[in-house]
């Protein structure tokens, strides 16, 4: 698999690709660094400068590190890519002149000079077609946690991390939830008795979903570490029962339409991304 992985040389994005390496199988990975001079005002030119000839000095400093400690891990390495200028616009610009099958980034949030490995982890989940492996600490990357519905996209995504990782000696989880409709806009008395068989019905739904998957996992010769049914707003429940869990990695799909703001990556994998302690890794446009 070819993978493009982006750092500005923290140990949260070295955190990201060790982590990625632990699941996945036979990859070469792309190293890119972009150096942010986008909060320059337009009117100061750098390209000439000595500044930034600091900045490319940087970048090779970077980029070289993250090469070496790449081979310390045994993890192979192909092109090393340094650009200057806006991160979030470099990052689209190289995905749009390569096809890679995975981008791995780290997230810390942090402001100033670190600030992209935040906020511009969130703009690409939403922004690109390919998935997204987002990081923010190391971990025991064991637990993996599978969020699912009944879209034809919970196939593709469970399809396609079966082909693309190894789950052997790892604690594979289901869980999908479901949530209690809205009764309150209508009208005079609701027979109780109705909503007590739609939400047995959702139920059944759900019982019925996780045992087809499980029966996708046992095929290829995985058994489940547990799955479970739960009711309520799916973005809150899936957070909690990540860190209830003890969860390392959860793998999630979303439907978008390629260069759309963050904003729009879905409510629910933004709200899981934005929330939860483990790594992330969002399928997009598989369907």
């Given at each position: ?25 036979d990859i ?51 092109e090393k ?168 990695l959860v ?37």
């Amino acid at each position: 698999m070819k993978i493009l992985f982006c750092t500005d040389g923290s140990n949260i994005s070295f955190n990201a690709i060790k982590n990625f390496a632990l699941w996945s199988r036979d990859i070469v990975v792309d190293i890119l660094c972009v150096i942010d001079w986008s909060f320059l005002p337009e009117s100061v030119s750098v390209e000439n400068s000595d500044f930034a000839v600091q900045c490319a000095n940087s970048a090779d400093n970077i980029l070289n590190s993250a090469q070496t400690r790449l081979a310390n891990h045994g993890i192979k390495t192909g092109e090393k890519i340094k650009l200057c200028g806006s991160v979030v616009g470099s990052i689209l610009e190289i995905c749009d002149k390569s096809e890679y099958d995975f981008i791995v980034l780290g997230s810390h949030g942090k402001k100033g000079v670190k600030k992209w490995l935040g906020s511009v982890s969130q703009e690409i989940a939403g922004a690109v077609d390919m998935p997204v492996y987002i990081s923010k600490q190391a971990n025991e990357r064991k637990n993996v946690l599978f969020t699912l519905d009944n879209s034809e996209i919970s196939d593709a995504v469970v399809n396609n991390a079966l082909k693309s990782f190894n789950f052997e000696n790892k604690n594979i989880y289901l869980l999908t939830v479901y949530e209690t409709p809205d009764f309150l806009f209508l009208e005079g008395n609701i027979d109780s008795e109705w909503i007590l068989d739609v939400r047995k019905k959702q139920e059944t739904a759900a019982f019925i979903l996780l045992n087809r998957f499980e029966k996708v996992f046992q095929s290829y010769g995985y058994e489940l570490a547990g799955k479970r049914i739960l009711q309520g707003s799916p973005s809150s429940e899936i957070v909690k029962y990540a860190k209830q869990n003890n969860i390392d990695l959860v793998i999630c799909g979303n439907k978008n339409h390629k260069y759309l703001s963050r904003f729009l990556l879905g409510s629910v994998s933004l709200r899981v991304l934005e929330n939860v302690e483990s790594d992330v890794l969002i399928f997009k446009n598989i369907v």
